[in-house]
């Protein structure tokens, strides 16, 4: 089993930047990615970013150049670091592992961007 707790939501103005976090609990030695994910009001879930253990990362194309996603070097935390936010950007973001071919997920946390 593998917890997964974000945090980092927030409501920022467009243009601006935030940073998001993702601390994973359990059995962290068998996750092989990690990553984010993000549903915007009546849509459905969106990949965002992940980053593979080895540290291959993949992004969606609507945040392409815009997101940063990291790990830290004890395969803890995923980091998401936002710029350039928009308000289509505006989503709960939801935090993402994968452990023996398991999905895992985190609660999610609200990203709002104002314009």
């Known amino acids: 089993q593998v917890q997964l707790v974000e945090s980092g939501g927030d409501v920022v103005q467009s243009g601006g930047s935030l940073s998001l976090s993702c601390a994973a609990s359990?059995?962290?030695?068998?996750?092989?990615?990690m990553g984010w994910y993000r549903q915007a009001p009546g849509q459905g879930r969106e990949l965002v970013a992940t980053?593979?253990?080895?540290?291959?990362?993949h992004y969606g194309g609507s945040v392409w150049g815009r997101f940063t996603i990291s790990l830290d070097n004890t395969g803890r935390t995923v980091y998401l670091q936002m710029s350039s936010l928009k308000p289509e950007d505006t989503a709960v973001y939801y935090c993402?592992?994968?452990?023996?071919?398991?999905?895992?997920w985190g609660q999610g946390t609200q990203v709002t961007v104002s314009s």
């Open positions: 993402y592992a994968t452990s023996r071919f398991t999905p895992y």
């Open positions: 359990g059995s962290i030695s068998a996750i092989n990615v």
């Open positions: 980053i593979a253990k080895g540290g291959g990362t």
